[in-house]
């Protein structure tokens, strides 16, 4: 007989609904990893592409269907000066109503808002309604979320934007994920213009060699040509037709290698200014000596009009002068022969504009702002060039800037002339007059010529020739090829003069000059430094060392003779070094 039963009865509902939240913690973690790995998988299609085109549009489609959304656009600003934008758009397969155009009405307003903020944006419908754009435009979103793209130093580049989303709004992870994407696609813009600068400078790079290899040999031909020439001419009169062309030549290849180095110590800040209050007439009459012959064999006419005031300026007499002959040179070079060119003058406010115009070939508009550029030339063919190695004008425009000047160049175009416009502060004018007037206290000659020279050097032809040119001015002369001869030969010949070169074998010059001054007790030897270095540090450390002078090689006969005349024995030491003859 059935007297009854024991059961239980368990209340599963807490197991149950911890289950459930189980499921659901597994599918929110399914999601995120899914999400996690599409992120991931954009990022690298992201990092596969080197154009800002493809890094657009992979964000633009990747970021609308990952976060679910129904448009996106996103909008790059180019850093070039016509700030060109690129924009990329994704519309969702299921949406047929909204078009491109459509879509781009409410984007700037949101593109100006998040690049203003500098921050991520997340509208709701009715923060949306708020904003004064047409309604119409706005009747058709219902959310939207944007976020920036900003590059390493906190620049904007850009803006990625969505709008609507098929499910719901846009939550705080949707603008988490937004926000990851943008970061990525920033690194890759940034790398992208990266990558573009290398190859833009790289390619210059090439050119640049192929020109100044050809630059190069340019002048090698005719002076060997000449040399065969020296060694069968018959008569004098051919001989030196020869050694003209000769030295023409070698000019020309030392001046081109000495704006190599110029441009190359410019750019690495070594060059100092040695300013003083200068006159422009002196910087012009400077710059004419070395531009003159240029004139003359293409037979332009050039004008020189400036006003009767003076303008004085603050700066290198030298490097100044090195700017306009630049200048000048270029307008010589790039006019056809028989052509026109005005060099004028004239104050405006607080500065003085100097003007070079010419009747040459002129200057697309395009390339007018980069002609300044290191290596950059107009249309630059190898059986074209013109003697230059596109160094020129960058070299003028740093020399300028650091004259706190600027420089412009101006051209109507094609075969309409070019003209540059140079632009330099005024000095003030009583502090000006009175210290152009006090003079440079430079001792002058009184004529006595030294005649006892030893020219020390590890390049035995550069020695040779060297004591040569000596021997023709009349001097006797010894040769040392190695610091510690050198210091035989002082012991027993006493020159009067050494010219020593600073990169020797056994002993450098500052060590030889050293023992000179301090061992051998002569502080009356004229000691010249002959050295390829000529920054202010390298005749501070020459002059550290005791010599009177500071030559930088090639040294020019005409700087010898130059530097022989201009001192005696006994008032030498007020000298340390030469100006740089201007280019
Ligand atoms: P380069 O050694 O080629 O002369 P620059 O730096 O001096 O180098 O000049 C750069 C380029 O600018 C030149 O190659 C030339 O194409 C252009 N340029 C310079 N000056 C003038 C000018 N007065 N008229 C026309 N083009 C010029």
């Known amino acids: 007989e059935f007297t009854g039963y024991i059961g239980t009865c368990i209340d599963i509902t807490e197991r149950k609904q911890q289950e459930d939240e189980i499921a659901r913690l597994l599918k929110d973690e399914k999601r995120h990893s899914t999400l996690l790995a599409r992120v991931a998988e954009a990022s690298r299609s992201v990092n596969a592409v080197l154009s800002t085109e493809s890094i657009a549009r992979i964000l633009t489609e990747e970021a609308r269907s990952i976060i679910g959304a129904e448009r996106a656009v996103t909008s790059i600003t180019l850093e070039a000066a016509d700030r060109q934008v690129i924009r990329a758009i994704s519309i969702a397969p299921e949406d047929r109503t909204t078009t491109p155009q459509e879509f781009s009405s409410t984007e700037e307003a949101i593109y100006a808002e998040v690049s203003r903020k500098h921050k991520p944006l997340r509208w709701t419908k009715s923060e949306l309604l708020r904003r004064p754009e047409p309604t119409e435009l706005k009747a058709a979103r219902r959310c939207a979320l944007a976020a920036p793209l900003v590059s390493h130093g906190g620049r904007i580049l850009g803006v990625v934007q969505l709008a609507d989303k098929q499910s719901g709004g846009f939550s705080e992870e949707d603008e988490a994920v937004l926000v990851q994407l943008a970061a990525i696609a920033a690194v890759g813009i940034e790398n992208a213009r990266l990558y573009d600068s290398l190859r833009e400078q790289d390619r210059r790079k090439d050119e640049f060699l192929a020109t100044l290899a050809h ?181 003028v425009k740093r020399l300028v800037e650091m004259h706190d000047g600027s420089v412009v160049a101006e051209s109507l175009g094609p075969g309409k002339g070019s003209t540059f416009l140079v632009r330099l502060p005024l000095a003030k004018k009583r502090m000006a007059r009175a210290n152009a007037s006090s003079g440079d206290g430079v001792a002058k000659s009184n004529g006595h010529v030294p005649r006892r020279i030893l020219v020390v050097d590890d390049n035995a032809d550069a020695a040779a020739s060297l004591a040569m040119l000596l021997r023709y001015n009349g001097c006797e002369t010894r040769v040392a090829y190695s610091g510690p001869a050198a210091l035989e030969v002082v012991g027993e010949f006493h020159p009067e003069v050494v010219f020593l070169d600073i990169g020797l074998p056994g002993l450098n010059g500052y060590e030889v000059a050293n023992r000179i001054r301090r061992e051998l007790g002569l502080s009356r030897t004229v000691l010249i430094a002959l050295t390829g270095w000529g920054s202010d540090e390298d005749r501070r450390r020459s002059h550290e060392a005791g010599f009177n002078y500071h030559l930088t090689k090639p040294v020019e006969p005409t700087v010898v003779s130059d530097v022989l005349a201009r001192f005696t024995a006994n008032s030498l030491h007020h000298e340390r070094s030469e100006r740089r003859a201007p280019r």
């Open 215 to 395: 630059e190069l040999r340019n002048p090698l031909a005719p002076v060997r040509t000449g040399l065969e020439i020296l060694k069968i001419a018959g008569d004098a009169e051919q001989s030196k037709a020869a050694r003209d062309m000769m030295e023409r030549q070698l000019k020309h290849m030392v001046r081109l290698v000495d704006d190599l180095l110029d441009v190359s110590r410019v750019s690495r800040g070594k060059v100092e200014l040695r300013r003083e209050y200068v006159e422009l007439r002196q910087v012009i009459d400077l710059a004419l000596e070395t531009s003159l012959p240029l004139f003359e064999s293409a037979r332009h006419e050039l004008k020189v009009s400036l006003p009767p005031e003076e303008f004085y300026v603050f700066g290198d007499l030298t490097r100044l002068a090195q700017v306009l002959s630049n200048l000048l040179n270029n307008a010589a070079k790039y006019t056809a022969d028989g052509g026109r060119v005005a060099l004028s003058a004239a104050q405006d406010g607080t500065d003085v504009v100097i003007r070079i115009d010419d009747s040459g070939v002129g200057i697309p508009s395009e390339m007018l702002p980069k002609v300044f550029d290191l290596f950059t030339q107009v249309g630059r063919t190898i059986d074209r060039s013109q003697g230059g190695l596109g160094i020129g004008l960058s070299l």
